[in-house]
C-alpha cells in the first residue's frame, strides 16, 4: 500500500520561511510525478505545485518565485520550501504521487501550515 507522510508544517509569521518534506514508501517514486497541494475548510484542494519523473516543474501563480519543489528519487522524497509566506497560504498542506503511465493517485494525510500576519 502506498504510503505519503508529509512533516515541516506548523506555525510561521508572514515573511517566514518553512520547508515540508514528503516522505514515500511501496511506490516506484521515480515513475511518479510528485506534487503539494493545499486546502482550506470550506474550499477545494488547489494544485500548488508538482514535478515530474524528468524534474520539470509547475506552480501555481500565487507561489511562483515564493515556492520551490523538489525531488530526490535516490530517498524517495519530495520538499517543498516555501520563502516570503503569507497569511493566505494557511491551509493544510496535501502530498500527491501520480504514477505516470497509470495516472494512479495517492494521497498523504496532510500537514498544517499556519502564518499570522
Known amino acids: 500500500q502506498v504510503q505519503l507522510v508529509e512533516s515541516g508544517g506548523g506555525l510561521v509569521q508572514a515573511g517566514g520561511s518553512l520547508r515540508l518534506s514528503c516522505a514515500a514508501s511501496?511506490?516506484?517514486?521515480?515513475?511518479?510525478?510528485m506534487g503539494w497541494y493545499r486546502q482550506v475548510p470550506g474550499n477545494q484542494r488547489e494544485l500548488v505545485a508538482t514535478?515530474?519523473?524528468?524534474?520539470?516543474?509547475n506552480y501555481a501563480d500565487s507561489v511562483k518565485g515564493r515556492f520551490t519543489i523538489s525531488r530526490d528519487n535516490a530517498k524517495s522524497t519530495v520538499d517543498l520550501q516555501m520563502n516570503s509566506l503569507k497569511p493566505e497560504d494557511t491551509a493544510v498542506y496535501y502530498c500527491?504521487?501520480?504514477?505516470?503511465?497509470?495516472?494512479?493517485?495517492?494521497w498523504g494525510q496532510g500537514t498544517q501550515v499556519t502564518v499570522s500576519s
Open positions: 500527491n504521487a501520480r504514477t505516470e503511465y497509470s495516472g494512479q493517485s495517492s
Open positions: 514535478i515530474t519523473s524528468r524534474g520539470t516543474t
Open positions: 511501496a511506490i516506484i517514486f521515480r515513475l511518479n510525478t
